[in-house]
């Protein structure tokens, strides 16, 4: 569930912060230049119609209504420029940086999902974290997923059976940095991330030139041991990418 007034006021607040910054800039080069005093009020008054495009745009996406695929593309792209002072504001007011994650990636999600795809299920990658395996499991699927026994006790045998329905790759990520070699590595045409709140905001951030759907893991035990996956939001996924969003 995300709580899209915490994200609101963070980005409010940075807007308040740019309006009250922009009259005390002005106070102080009143005697400059009037040039260079106007240079300034363009730069805050774009920046500050660009928040306000932004709040509009993201409060109508995160609330499932219609907007379209170009107006959440800026948005999107003023939303990620800003990021790290939207966290840095929800941060010094008391909320969580995940609150802050999820609408980046409902942002993005939504994104993705207002262009259309034709792909092969072959050229689509999906990567999941190394905890949706059980803590208990000694077998080894980190180089191979299908050494699952798939004993249902998580859900690595239902991606086994997935990958075999669907002829798309499943690769388990310990990191960053693998999923990174594995995305270098296999050359998809699409991603299918399932991680945590920071972990999928960074593999958006880092993949540029290939659409990332992300999807929350489930986290009953806390953070990093025996998660799970929502295996029909996957699904649904892979759906999308080839085309076919009836099934």
């Not at 910054?21 to 106070?27: F, M």
């Not at 260079?36 to 306000?52: E, N, Q, R, S, T």
Request: net charge positive; with cysteine; hydrophobic share 45%.
């Amino acid at each position: 569930m995300i709580d899209s007034k915490k994200y609101m006021a963070a980005i409010s607040i940075l807007l308040g912060i740019l309006i009250i910054g922009g009259a005390a800039i002005n106070l102080f080069i009143s005697n400059l230049t009037h040039l260079f005093a106007v240079i300034i009020d363009i730069i805050i008054i774009f920046i500050a119609l660009a928040i306000i495009f932004s709040i509009i745009v993201t409060n109508k996406v995160i609330k499932d209504k219609k907007v379209s695929s170009w107006a959440m593309k800026i948005n999107f792209n003023i939303v990620s420029v800003l990021f790290p002072v939207i966290t840095l504001v929800a941060n010094l007011i008391g909320i969580s940086k995940n609150e802050i994650r999820k609408v980046y990636v409902k942002l993005n999600n939504q994104y993705i999902y207002s262009n259309k795809y034709n792909i092969k299920p072959e050229d689509i990658l999906i990567l999941i974290p190394h905890c949706v395996q059980k803590n208990s499991c000694k077998l080894k699927v980190t180089n191979d997923i299908n050494n699952c026994a798939k004993c249902g006790l998580c859900n690595v045998g239902e991606l086994v059976q997935l990958q075999h329905k669907t002829n798309v790759k499943v690769f388990v990520a310990t990191g960053g940095t693998l999923a990174r070699k594995i995305i270098i590595d296999n050359r998809p045409k699409a991603v299918i991330a399932v991680a945590c709140e920071r972990d999928l905001t960074a593999g958006v951030q880092d993949v540029k030139k290939i659409p990332v759907l992300g999807v929350f893991n489930k986290r009953p035990n806390g953070p990093c041991v025996d998660t799970s996956i929502d295996i029909k939001e996957v699904e649904e996924a892979i759906n999308f990418f080839v085309g076919n969003k009836n099934n």
